[in-house]
């Protein structure tokens, strides 16, 4: 199965903590497919929230979605967008 | 009542109003069991099953509650969002079933393991914000453990009479389903007057006090005691005489505030036809309906603070144009005073922590601005965009000379010129302002208001500057006098220096909110006082009370005192005479000679002082 990755910096205010995770992880779990959400060498599952936000990504953080399985390129899309988009924050 | 002495504790005031009734202490970490239980093999899936059970309760528990948010709170709905996947999340959820099947132990003592892998997880992280949304776990591990230890799950619908609450903490949520229970008020050790907290209280009408450490500490469940949100004082175990008092006192306070708040939205204006705008002092843009609530003529001092603390980084433009917009809408067509950064500069993300051998007389407030121009023009073209959009007036802090003034002016003018330049809207006549609040200023006052459009007399800093007093130091606080004749003085120099020039002459430190201080004010002839909400209903009806020509006279007088001891003589005559409801037998303030005076607005000292030193 083909793995889809994007890189992305993480722009909003106070980072991935509460309510961008919240976003975050329930766009995911909209997807089949398996999500990682990447940092340095450290991966999480993206659809736990406990996990998002123990990854810790505060603003400027560059992370990397990578996705696998029959949507994977469609949640790649949805959830660079949300995080483009500074989680709607402002 | 019991037999143990009575204890009386201050506290800071959140919410006004006086309840006295049996305290209930609703205690976190009293579910969680000492010891491990030990499961027979038949026993691990019944264990699973009570966890699941009382999990799907939390769940229900938690939507339930998100159903209940008012519209103005929705910040914490998408908190109870996060708590929801935190619930079913696998650190907790999935890790406490692995965890109860494999070592065969109950479930209070799983999840404890559960919620200490997360904890540490946590701990590592660098960013401090970050790191403290480990609370949160806490708190949806806290719901579990209350079902799992069989207590109900709504702890205030078990309370089966009017009560007092004292808790570490509240968690918002909470305090919206106090209104429809028997709390009669509540106190907690944490929080300060605007913690979110204080804020709810307020919007609730709960009387409550916050940071009220030792009284929580000392609490014994079923005993009553005396809450007194408008001191902040809590007893326990009051003496009989103390409740007889209270009770006389709750009477009349009730009956005070009902004509109070009737009376709110009354113009500030004394019979004779003197008017004065009352205005508050907030942080918080959610503060702003409260404080027109209250009866506001328009925010005296937004202090702009907030956003530049705790963080990583610096704030940007665009969030802070974001704020300004929103409060200068959220109160048009009131004005707004907003006031640039007035921290030190070890408060700042960027800044030096190495810290100053005397902060007060550091580099602070508009000196930090002037020192990093990049950070001071971002909050200048923030404030301009936002100047479109209401009634905005720019206060500078901390002015102590007339170059800075002009530099302020210098800056201001290549921010504009840069807007004009980038076609970007803005209001070239917004009025700009300074506080006044060093000691040398008040004597350069007739100088500098050629050049600015108001000032804001700033009371709690130019007290301290003028009578050398650090009012955090306990072996000289009681010499913080707001009636030393040295303060009164240079309050009458920069109202007369301003009227001079023709500019409006406000004030907004705590002593423009206290109810002992407004005849003097009235008499100095200051044109606008801003203050803590909480205080406008109380401070407009006592001008509604006032004779203009007597606070003159009285005034006048007071320069003729030599000591605030004969300052305090002459108010403890003149007050209880001209406003018995406040002052007179049994009224709502008492005038205390030592220690300085004691309102409603006192309160933010603690806060004020925390910025200061």
């Given at each position: 199965m083909v793995v889809f990755e994007q890189e992305i910096v993480v722009g909003n205010l106070c980072g991935l903590h509460g309510r961008?995770?919240?976003?975050?992880?329930?766009?995911?779990?909209?997807?089949r497919a398996d999500i990682k959400l990447v940092r340095d060498d450290v991966e999480v599952d993206c659809k736990y929230i406990l996990d998002v936000m123990s990854l810790a990504c505060p603003k400027g953080t560059k992370v990397k979605i990578k996705a696998c399985g029959e949507d994977a390129e469609a949640a790649i899309a949805a959830l660079s967008e949300l995080v483009r988009d500074n989680f709607g924050e402002e | 009542m019991s037999s143990r002495e009575s204890i009386s504790i201050f506290g800071v005031s959140a919410s006004p109003g006086i309840v006295i009734g049996p305290v209930l202490f609703l205690g976190r970490r009293r579910f969680r069991r000492p010891d491990h239980r030990c499961l027979d093999v038949s026993e691990v899936?019944?264990?699973?099953?009570?966890?699941?059970?009382?999990?799907?309760?939390?769940e229900e528990q938690l939507r339930e509650i998100r159903q209940q948010f008012i519209s103005s709170l929705d910040g914490y709905a998408s908190i109870i969002d996060s708590h929801l996947l935190m619930l079913r999340d696998r650190m907790l959820y999935d890790r406490t079933i692995a965890i109860i099947e494999q070592e065969k132990k109950d479930a209070e003592w799983a999840l404890d393991i559960a919620l200490n892998e997360a904890r540490e997880i946590f701990s590592q992280i660098d960013d401090p914000y970050l790191r403290e949304r480990v609370h949160d776990v806490e708190q949806v591990a806290e719901r579990v453990f209350r079902l799992l230890a069989g207590r109900t799950e709504d702890k205030f619908a078990a309370i089966d009479k009017k009560v007092i609450i004292a808790a570490r903490d509240f968690a918002p949520e909470d305090i919206l389903r106090m209104r429809n229970d028997q709390v009669l008020g509540f106190f907690t050790e944490k929080g300060g007057e605007t913690s979110h907290t204080a804020i709810v209280a307020r919007t609730l009408g709960i009387p409550a006090v916050v940071g009220a450490e030792e009284a929580v500490r000392q609490v014994v469940d079923g005993e009553t005691v005396v809450l007194d949100g408008i001191s902040g004082r809590i007893i326990l175990s009051p003496s009989r005489e103390q409740l007889d008092q209270y009770y006389e006192h709750q009477r009349q306070y009730r009956q005070y505030s009902e004509q109070v708040a009737l009376y709110?939205?009354?113009?500030?204006?004394t019979p004779d036809g003197l008017k004065v705008r009352v205005e508050a002092n907030i942080e918080m843009v959610e503060e702003a309906i409260q404080a027109i609530s209250y009866?506001?003529?328009?925010?005296?001092?937004?202090?702009?603070?907030?956003h530049y603390l705790g963080r990583s980084k610096l704030p940007d433009e665009g969030l802070l144009f974001e704020v300004y917009r929103n409060i200068l809408t959220a109160i048009s067509p009131f004005a707004v005073t907003i006031r640039t950064l007035d921290i030190g500069g070890d408060k700042l993300p960027a800044g030096d922590k190495g810290g100053e051998a005397n902060p007060a007389l550091g580099l602070r407030a508009i000196r930090l601005s002037l020192r990093d121009p990049l950070m001071f023009k971002t909050q200048l073209r923030a404030l301009l965009r936002a100047s479109v959009y209401g009634n905005l007036r720019i206060m500078f802090p901390m002015i102590a000379s007339m170059g800075e003034v002009l530099a302020v002016k210098?800056?201001?003018?290549?921010?504009?010129?840069?807007?004009?330049?980038?076609?970007?809207?803005?209001?070239?006549?917004v009025p700009i302002g300074i506080m006044i609040e060093v000691p040398g200023a008040v004597s350069i006052a007739d100088v500098l208001a050629k050049e600015v459009d108001f000032f804001s007399i700033g009371t709690n800093d130019l007290i301290q500057y003028a009578l050398a007093i650090d009012r955090g130091n306990e072996n000289v606080a009681h010499m913080y006098e707001p009636f030393h004749p040295a303060v009164l003085r240079m309050i009458r120099q920069v109202v007369e220096a301003g009227h001079e020039a023709g500019i409006e002459v406000g004030m907004c430190g705590e002593m423009a909110g206290d109810m002992s201080c407004l005849p003097v004010l009235l008499g100095l002839g200051l044109d606008q006082l801003s203050m803590n909400s909480m205080a406008i209903p109380y401070v407009k009806r006592m001008i509604r009370h006032s004779i203009a020509e007597e606070a003159e006279q009285l005034a006048a007088s007071i320069f003729r005192c030599a000591s605030s001891r004969e300052v305090y003589d002459l108010l403890g005559e003149y007050l209880p005479r001209h406003y018995p409801d406040e002052f007179g037998p049994g009224g709502i303030r008492t005038l205390r000679k030592s220690g300085g005076l004691r309102t409603v607005a006192d309160n933010k000292q603690g806060m004020d002082r925390a910025r200061i030193l």
């Open positions: 961008p995770s919240v976003k975050l992880v329930e766009t995911a779990r909209c997807f | 899936g019944v264990e699973v099953e009570r966890f699941q059970g009382v999990v799907d309760r939390v709110a939205h009354l113009s500030p204006e009866g506001a003529g328009g925010i005296g001092l937004f202090r702009s603070e907030y210098g800056y201001l003018a290549e921010v504009m010129a840069e807007l004009a330049g980038q076609k970007i809207p803005f209001n070239e006549q």
